[in-house]
């Protein structure tokens, strides 16, 4: 039996694994000093309370012979897709429920819709990019080209008219670097991808941290996309389930490739490879997408982004460049003085107690940049910016 | 862009939707007669009480911001891991909570697990079969052979000296057939795969439901498997979780392929395309493996095979040749008078108003065979029986 050589191609350490490690190394050589991290991948708010009550109804549902459920819906219950064809058509874009798949969150459904693709094709990744699509296709052993994000392009590629690819990975608002793609910007990527046959993978998990409502909160509000583009969406950061699990991923009908309904495979490939989500999980999501629960979870959305201001203020004051920080719960700084991703992290960590995540570690164009994120706690985020502000540079 | 052709391959209609389609017509035709399913592969039982208070403690700790929950420990929490290797533990198999990986249920495992292995492997699955063997590995355009299952060998196909292949799929107790291999039978599998460097996929779904003490119930029993084998398991049929989405894959850190940790590349595909289940439905699963929560899921076991025992006792009682139910809730049954598997169907739904599920969907070897569930209420158990004994034959 042989095993699949692509596993051989991965880099040997996980970038959060390897900032753990160094975190733990200071905190055993530092034992009095705090250490406040700025690099949270993760929410810290609790569940809003209609999805907590929708659970614990669910849940004694499922303790009662009349109530209880076994396998449910193969695309996820028809009251959960509903509500995210609401939430759509309140963005202006109309979907059916049989467009909508729900699934445990947008990192299994990018990693698993590799699946419906030939291993010929070739993909089109970002740098700087969130490491995960970049090791699932490394393991698929596919043909990965990246294109370059800078400053120069306020890390917001396009495509130039000679660029060809099969697939490409969009993701807006974007993590780590937290810039936003207008619909300019996104009409742009449509229409190369409806030229050369492309389709579009949308990682659209921070969409409901936009406040501008000039920009586009889903793919599918550009003309053209619902035939070349399948769009991931999550509710860990936007309602909390991180712990809980819950994503839902959109495919038109109108996106065929070779005159296949790529709609159809990939139910096909769940139908064959998965068994759906908890109807706990479920119900909450559906709670979560109510008005009370948009409501309740937009207060969430508002304190991490108060943050996020809180943390763009402390750095414009200081003179670091940066993007993100206004629809997005990621901050991409440059690294004052010339440092290097990491000499800035182990600075940071010595001199400030602040830990946050180096931006080589999403790609050799992040070398020289750095990420902080928006999640932790308010009195965190203004101890550290303290700190900041009186960091010895 | 080119779609995977593989899925090109697969046949046109799933069984079970076939079957639910036919079942629509017979109730269109005839409105006053009332159906009896003896095919439901669900779970009807409620979650058991402890089961049913650890999730409701998990969802109020999920409302409260001391208490909330993230992202969980990548291979599952602890908590978990530790209760599955204590369960081990009492069937005398030595695990260490690192070999132990929570997922969201078998199907998904079983499917996923084949990223980590060379698409030119050979793949050796029975016939019959649960489908979503053969689906998977179509669509990953696999070498697949077959392996003729009958009443000659009661249904327990083993290999013959020369028989060669990269990874097989065992499944004891069995889906659709209800056979258990004895320890002699696994060993005879163990010492084939440790001699062909092949490794095994055991589909543990069942286990919970032998009742013969002589029988194995996990692979691990068997001398050797640690180098040979993943087993799957699930919390579905166990513990009547088909709607809260929880099972564990167990890679032994003894299981080395050309040099290489198994555990290793499943920890690392795991890493990069999966985010954990629901901490709700993880304290749902650690109550299922206390003393209580066992003995309480015992109690719905006990009811299914009541149910598996009284169907037995029918069959016997007309005379058909059937395997399963003693320590399995299903039941196949040869069919009566030479029929097709469809046309007992059609006979079954026309003359008695009951389902079931052809053989044949299983495989060409299910052809002439038909599989009962024991999953169905007591009562309509009782009365489809009484209408089995019945019937025009």
């Known amino acids: 039996m042989k095993i699949n050589q692509g596993f051989l191609n991965l880099k040997d350490r996980y970038l959060f694994s390897l900032v753990a490690q160094k975190v733990g190394e200071y905190r055993a050589q530092n034992p009095g000093k705090e250490v406040i991290s700025l690099g949270i991948g993760d929410v810290t708010l609790p569940l809003a309370p209609v999805v907590v009550e929708a659970m614990q109804k669910a849940v004694a549902e499922m303790g009662r012979a009349e109530t209880f459920r076994g396998y449910g819906e193969e ?47 070739t993909v089109l990744i970002q740098d700087p990019v969130y490491p995960a699509y970049v090791a699932a296709n490394i393991m698929a052993g596919r043909r990965i080209h990246f294109l370059d994000g800078s400053v120069h392009n306020s890390f917001l590629p396009l495509p130039h008219r000679d660029l060809r690819a099969d697939i490409v990975y969009l993701c807006s608002p974007n993590n780590p670097t937290g810039a936003v793609y207008t619909k300019e910007q996104l009409k742009i990527w449509v229409d190369w991808a409806l030229a050369h046959d492309a389709v579009i993978l949308f990682d659209s998990a921070y969409e409901a941290f936009i406040q501008d409502g000039e920009l586009p909160t889903s793919i599918y509000q550009i003309d053209g996309a619902k035939r070349c ?49 908890s109807y706990v999980t479920q119900r909450g ?12 979870n937009r207060t ?77 706690s308010r009195e965190d985020v203004r101890r550290a910016l303290d700190r900041l502000r009186a960091m010895p540079l």
Chains 1, 2 share one sequence.
């Open 229 to 277: 583009a399948i769009e991931f969406c999550s509710l860990s950061k936007t309602a909390g389930f991180t712990g809980v699990r819950c994503g839902y991923t959109v495919v038109p009908h109108e996106l065929i490739q070779g005159g296949v309904s790529l709609n159809e495979l990939w139910l096909r490939r769940q139908s064959t490879k998965f068994n759906g989500v």
């Open 285 to 296: 999501a559906e709670a979560a997408f109510t008005p009370e629960g948009l409501e309740q």
């Open 300 to 376: 969430s959305i508002l304190y991490y982004l108060e943050n996020a201001r809180l943390i763009a203020g402390a750095l414009t004051e200081l003179g670091i460049w940066f993007t993100g920080g206004s629809n997005a719960p990621y901050i991409w700084l440059q690294c004052p003085k010339d440092l290097s991703s990491w000499d800035f992290f182990t600075f940071l960590l010595d001199s400030c107690g602040i830990v946050g995540t180096p931006g080589v570690g999403f790609g050799r164009n992040g070398e020289g940049f750095f990420r902080f994120t928006a999640f932790a």
């Open 75 to 121: 695309q996820g219950y028809a009251f959960l897709r509903q509500a995210v064809c609401s939430y759509y058509a309140r963005k202006g874009v109309e979907l059916d429920a049989s467009e909508v798949f729900i699934g445990d969150g947008a990192k299994s459904d990018l990693g698993n819709i590799l699946d419906i693709f030939d291993q010929e094709n």
